[in-house]
């Protein structure tokens, strides 16, 4: 059998402790590397490493610049994002960096398990939620005309449809699988560049362009 040779990056002692118990019980996967800093990371990640488990943000700086430099000097390196974000910009942001696969903290052992198996094995791995999100997220990309307030994002122009139907932030959280948070970020950023005084303003705007 292959052993799967693995580094953890990530800056909470606990988390990283855990995620290492968990591999190390795991057939045909080996942890050779653990690190708490981007460089630390760098410093100890070698070509004698398959598989890198990165956490977005560490306590020196961006994982995701982390993984540019570990994908730059080591092509065959495969970096498996590990974090506690879930918006659109950070998946965009692993990926354009070399990694091959965004996990959310919280996934159970077997979806952490699989990820790491599928990524070693070359595949490019979503978690469920972030797979669910990206799904519909091309989806959207098909259904909504760009011609449609062109100075909003793909996402944003979604979520404006959702407003214009009538349905709350707490609606769209749940339907697009993402935080309220981020749904109430985005929907300031939409009425900031509609130059609406507000959501019922917004609406107004939308349904005129045919959304809703």
């Known amino acids: 059998m292959t052993v799967i040779r693995v580094a953890v990056v990530d800056d909470h ?5 855990g995620m290492v118990a968990l591999l190390s019980t795991l057939d045909g996967i080996e942890v050779v590397v653990e690190a708490s800093s981007a460089a630390e990371a ?6 004698e490493v398959d598989v890198v488990l990165m956490d977005i943000e560490l306590g020196d700086g961006s994982g995701v610049e982390a ?44 979806e952490v398990e699989r990820a790491v198996r599928a990524v070693a094995n070359g595949e490019l791995i979503l978690g469920a939620a972030v797979a669910q999100r990206a799904m519909g997220f091309m989806a959207a990309s098909v259904s909504l005309p760009s011609a449609v307030f062109p100075s909003l994002t ?16 707490a609606t769209i959280s749940r339907r ?37």
């Open 176 to 212: 697009l699988v993402l935080s309220p948070k981020t749904v109430r970020n985005h929907t300031s950023n939409i009425l900031a560049k509609l130059g609406a005084a507000d959501r019922s303003s917004a609406i107004v705007l939308a349904r005129d362009a045919g959304l809703g």
């Open 42 to 47: 760098l410093r100890a990640v070698t070509d």
């Open 154 to 169: 793909v996402r944003e122009r979604e979520i404006l449809d959702l407003i214009a139907a009538g349905h709350d932030n």
């Open 67 to 110: 993984t540019k430099e570990l994908v730059a000097r080591l092509p065959d390196l495969l970096v498996l994002m590990v974090t506690m974000h879930e918006d659109d910009d950070s998946l965009v942001a692993s990926v354009r960096a070399g990694a091959r696969g965004y996990l959310v903290k919280g996934a159970g052992p077997e």
């Open 13 to 17: 002692p606990v988390f990283r402790l």
